[in-house]
């Protein structure tokens, strides 16, 4: 042993581990694309990342090339010979003519000014420096980016960060200053704290009030645009159309904030509307304030707002489910309003719904929108069909959907085991990318092509380039591995459940394809997704492939309350969790050794967040079945949660199934509710050797709540291991925290499975 406790022979698998891993770890991926018309044809720059595991940030990549498409001729893109490094840009933003290029740049340091630079194809135009008395950092993910260019590419609307509310100042003899001045020069005074104001939570730190600015790309003036309140958080905004008759307006997302900011990562659920703001114009009396106007009041959610290119009619998201019922997540539907040809927003505004949430989805049939990914220009050239990507059970696909006549068609292949989602359209054709749990990433071009009776569909073929030269040990690993979905009948089907939730649930099996000695299986990961409502898709992981190519079988089960899959069945988890779900994963669990695919005497079990809360549950309520477990910022206590994650209502939805219980003060019978559905309630009965992975800045599932349950099963004697990342929060994504915790799942794993 050594002074850090770790025999030589762990020394060396951790040395041998590491480099097969941090071969994995540097698979790049596709981010996104976009297409640009130029005179010599059509142009792509696809956007990439790849983990730089010495500075402990993602290494973001820029690769251009030339489509050419001659007919009867494959699509062939030829590219630049190398990628060109784009680290430190926050956001590329292409004008609508491809003419211009917006590179944002959001400040490192608090006090540092934010870079709006306008390249055109050959050198930098403009570069302004906005600071932070202006604004803060430019949204640039989540619900809350939008960055649009106006139609004649002279100004850019987005959303930024308010600056932060003046602070009070005291002198040096300890008197409050009048007028907030603090003077650098007045020795010994200080600035107070003033009051707080809430953020929107995990992954959001620091970002309190998104608002609404426009810079002119020629003068680089900036204006904060007036007349949204306070109470109104902003997002997504984009323009209106333009015409001479009629009043320009922003059109964007708001969320109210103004009672309590609900964290609003992984939470659709937040109630949001759309709305307008007209523009003033030189015309215009100074003084007049225009009304803002709610374009979706009659529903409780609606965002994604995308305006048909005859600006006719705005189609957009809405999680309505979600937030009338309280779960975080369920299906979107989709709705268009017609934008009036005046500019006057006068009256009420139907609402008309082109996509519906489904129920109870027959095998093969649509099951509805899900994690619903539309372009900024999503739309084909009829005008009518918009292409966009969803989860459909076990995969991300590619969807079509004609507004008009509201066909919605399947566009990414029917028959392929990928998943796939959309990068970019150039004209009617499709670039996309797609891969499968044993494929790295792979560009795709869909080409445009009508049967005799005009109806599209789109052939597939691949791209040469950029095809990601794994190293020889990678591609050796993942040349053994096969994958499949497995149907799993649930359990104790009570006539009680809605149709939706009496049918089978699906999980996706990885496994080496070598045949196995002696009849023997290797041994098993069960691995379980947060959510509840997220879903496992048979689309590419590193470090999941990494764990498959060093021996493990994996089962990635999508247990009732995966989205994907309906209504009926996501919904029949409402006040369930701890119990339905655990069953869900046990069956699956179970069916898999009954189909010889597993070993009994070797499984473990893996997930974070919701998942965690699973993996906790299952070593509790079947101490036998699981010989490690490994718990990634899991919910242990929903008691101890509910009073400091950014998500109480949360805890309130799982344990009780609606949104009416949910208080900021909870009663003694609320606390007892939420200790009996949570896996603190099974302490009693867990051995399973396990390792805990915590980041101190999860503002969702907040390290105490590891840590509490990681010191009870010390306490009662069970092997524990506790890693803990300092800056993380809680997707423990940044590469050196999914670097050290696989690195350490596989060899806490490997010592209990004895590979
Ligand atoms: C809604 C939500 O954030 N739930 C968490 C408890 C959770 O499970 N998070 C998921 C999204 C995760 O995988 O981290």
């Given amino acids: 042993m050594d002074s850090a406790g770790v025999d030589s022979a762990t020394e060396e698998e951790y040395a041998t581990q590491s480099k097969l891993l941090k071969d994995f770890m540097s698979i790049p991926s596709i981010d996104k694309a976009w297409i640009f018309n130029s005179c010599s044809g059509p142009q792509a720059m696809v956007a990439m990342s790849q983990a730089n595991l010495l500075a402990n940030k993602r290494r973001k990549f820029m690769l251009s090339g030339h489509i050419s498409k ?32 917006l590179v944002i740049r959001n400040p490192p340091e608090k006090e540092s000014p934010t870079k709006f630079e306008i390249w055109s194809s050959s050198q930098l ?63 010994g005074s200080w600035e107070g704290q003033g009051d707080w104001e809430e953020e929107w939570g995990e992954a959001y730190a620091g970002k309190k009030q998104p608002a609404l600015f426009v810079i002119n790309v020629e003068s680089g003036e900036v204006e904060h645009i007036k007349g949204v309140p306070r109470s109104i958080s902003v997002g997504q905004v984009v323009w209106s159309p333009n015409s001479k008759d009629s009043a320009q307006y922003l059109v964007f997302v708001g969320w109210l904030g103004d009672k309590r900011k609900l964290g609003i990562k992984y939470c659709s659920n937040r109630p949001c509307a759309i709305y307008a703001v007209r523009l003033k114009e030189p015309k215009d009396d100074a003084n007049e304030a225009f009304p803002l106007h709610n374009l979706t009041k009659s529903i409780s959610s609606g965002y994604s707002p995308r305006f048909s290119k005859d600006g006719k009619f705005l189609v957009f998201l809405s999680a309505k489910t979600a937030a009338d019922i309280g779960a975080h997540w369920v299906a979107e539907s989709l709705h268009k309003i017609k934008w009036p040809s005046d500019g006057k927003l006068t009256g009420s505004i139907d609402i008309v719904d082109v996509v519906q949430v489904v129920n109870c989805p027959d095998d093969g049939s649509f099951p509805g929108l899900y994690g619903t990914d539309l372009l900024s220009d999503p739309w084909l050239s009829d005008g009518h069909t918009i292409i966009l990507s969803s989860y459909w059970r076990s995969f991300r696909v590619i969807l079509s959907l004609n507004l008009q006549s509201g066909e919605l ?294 390290i105490s709540n590891g840590l509490q349950y990681m010191r009870a099963l010390k306490e009662k004697g069970v092997e524990v291991k506790v890693l803990v990342f300092p800056n993380d929060n809680h997707p423990l994504d940044r590469p050196q925290t999914d670097y050290e915790s696989f690195l350490n799942t596989a060899v806490w794993f490997n010592k209990y499975c004895k590979l």
């Fill in 409 to 702: 068609s399947r566009v990414s292949p029917n028959d392929s085991d990928y998943s796939w989602s959309i990068l970019a359209l150039n004209g009617d054709d499709i670039v996309a990318v797609s891969s499968s749990p044993v494929s790295v990433p792979e560009i795709k071009y869909g080409k445009k092509v009508l049967d005799p009776a005009g109806k599209p569909s789109w052939q597939w073929s691949n791209i040469q380039k950029p095809i990601f030269k794994c190293s020889d040990k990678v591609t050796l690993g993942l040349s053994f591995l096969q994958f499949k979905i497995i149907k799993v009948p649930v359990s104790n089907v009570s006539e009680c459940l809605t149709e939706g939730a009496k049918r089978p649930i699906e999980a996706i099996y990885v496994s080496s394809s070598k045949p196995k000695e002696n009849g023997k299986c290797d041994p098993l990961v069960v691995v379980i997704h947060g959510g509840p409502h997220s879903v496992a898709t048979c689309s590419f992981s590193k470090t999941l492939a990494y764990l498959s190519s060093i021996g493990y079988s994996l089962l990635n089960v999508n247990y009732r309350g995966s989205l994907g899959f309906g209504k009926e069945a996501l919904q029949s988890l409402s006040g369930n969790v701890g119990s339905q779900d655990v069953n869900d994963v046990l069956s699956a669990v179970d069916h898999a050794i009954e189909m010889g695919l597993a070993d009994p005497s070797r499984i473990t079990v893996l997930g974070g967040s919701h998942g965690g809360f699973l993996a906790t549950h299952l070593i509790g309520q079947a101490p036998d079945k699981f010989v490690a477990a490994a718990a990634r910022n899991p919910v242990c206590n929903i008691a101890s949660l509910v009073g400091i994650t950014d998500t109480p209502d949360w805890g309130f939805f799982h344990a009780y199934g609606d949104k009416k219980h949910y208080t900021e003060a909870p009663s003694p019978e609320d606390m007892s509710r939420f200790h009996q559905v949570s896996p603190i309630s099974h302490i009693s009965k867990v051995k399973t050797p396990t390792l805990f992975i915590l980041g101190a800045m999860d503002l969702r599932v907040p």
């Fill in 70 to 101: 001659e007919s009867n001729q494959p699509v062939n893109f030829h590219w630049a010979p190398f990628p060109t490094e784009m680290t430190g840009a926050s956001a590329f933003v292409p004008s609508p003519s491809g003419l211009k290029l």
């Fill in 125 to 187: 135009e403009k570069e302004f420096h906005i600071p932070q008395k202006v604004h803060g950092s430019v949204y640039v993910d989540g619900w809350f980016e939008g960055i649009s260019w106006n139609s004649d590419e002279t100004l850019v609307a987005y959303v930024a960060e308010e600056p932060s509310r003046t602070k009070p100042t005291f002198d040096h003899l300890g008197c409050y200053k009048k007028n907030n001045s603090l003077d650098k020069m007045d020795i």
